[in-house]
C-alpha cells in the first residue's frame, strides 16, 4: 500500500522588492496642473511624495506592478499536483493520461502582475548550497496571464529543492514598462485622483483607505485588479 501526502490549499510564499520603480507614473507637474497648483504652493518634493504614497497603496492592495521592478517570491517547496498529491513510496497504479492531466500540471503564480519575465530561479539544498536552475530549459513561463504563472514544461522534473525554509528564490521582473508613458491611462488616473485627495485631505488624518472609494480611484483600479481567494 502506498502512502501520499495530504493535499495543501495554502503555501508559505515569501516575498520582497529588489528593485523599486525608477519612476512614478505621475509627475509632480502632472498633480500640480491637476490640483490647479503651483510648484510654490505645492512643491514637487511634497507632490511626489504623494504621488508615491498613492501608487504604493494602490499596488499593496491590487498586486499590480505599475512601473518596472524587480521581486524575489521565496518558496518552503515546489507546488504539488493538486488531486493526486506527492507519493511518499510504493508504486501507484493509474492511466498515463493522468501524466497529462491539467489537474496535475502545477504552475507557480507571481504575486505582482503584469509579468514581464523571470530573471533566475536558485534552488537550495539542506546545507544551503545553491544550484542556478536553467529557466528556459525547465519552465514555460506565461506572461499573459494575471497574476502571470511558471509551469514545468512537459517532460521535465521539478528542480531538487531541499532547505526547510525558502528552499527554492524566483527573481522576477514586474511592471507595465519602465516610463509613466507605459502605464494604462486608467491607472495613471487612479493614482493622480488618491495622491489629490490625499493632499486635499492633508492634516486631517487622512490616509488611503479613507479616500481610496471617494476619489474615484477604487473604481478606475477595479478593471486591472485580480479577485483573491
Not at 504621488?51 to 499593496?60: G, S
Not at 491590487?62 to 518596472?68: R, W
Not at 508613458?181 to 485631505?201: E, G
Request: glycine share 8%.
Amino acid at each position: 500500500m502506498s502512502l501520499r501526502a495530504p493535499i495543501k490549499y495554502s503555501q508559505y510564499r515569501g516575498h520582497k522588492r529588489l528593485t523599486a520603480p525608477a519612476e512614478e507614473p505621475v509627475t509632480a507637474a502632472e498633480l500640480q496642473a491637476f490640483l490647479r497648483e503651483t510648484s510654490t504652493g505645492l512643491p514637487d518634493s511634497e507632490a511626489n511624495a504623494f504621488i508615491a504614497q498613492a501608487r504604493e497603496w494602490i499596488e499593496d492592495q491590487t498586486g499590480l506592478a505599475m512601473i518596472t521592478q524587480s521581486w524575489t517570491l521565496a518558496l518552503d517547496e515546489w507546488p504539488a499536483p493538486l488531486q493526486t498529491g506527492p507519493w511518499w513510496s510504493g508504486v501507484r497504479d493509474g492511466v498515463i493520461g493522468e501524466l497529462k492531466s491539467k489537474s496535475n500540471i502545477a504552475s507557480v503564480y507571481f504575486p505582482r502582475y503584469p509579468l514581464a519575465s523571470i530573471t533566475s530561479v536558485t534552488t537550495y539544498a539542506e546545507n544551503s548550497d545553491s544550484t542556478s536552475v536553467a529557466v528556459a530549459n525547465t519552465f514555460d513561463v506565461d506572461v499573459f496571464q494575471k497574476p502571470g504563472r511558471m509551469t514545468l514544461r512537459s517532460g521535465q522534473t521539478w528542480p531538487i529543492a531541499m532547505r526547510s525554509n525558502n528552499a527554492v528564490e524566483i527573481v522576477y521582473v514586474a511592471g507595465y514598462g519602465s516610463t509613466g508613458s507605459d502605464v494604462p491611462a486608467p491607472l495613471k488616473r487612479a493614482v493622480m485622483q488618491l495622491a489629490a485627495a490625499l493632499y486635499t485631505n492633508r492634516g486631517d488624518g487622512c490616509g488611503c483607505g479613507d479616500v481610496y472609494l471617494s476619489s474615484g480611484a477604487a473604481g478606475l483600479v477595479s478593471s486591472y485588479s485580480v479577485a483573491r481567494i
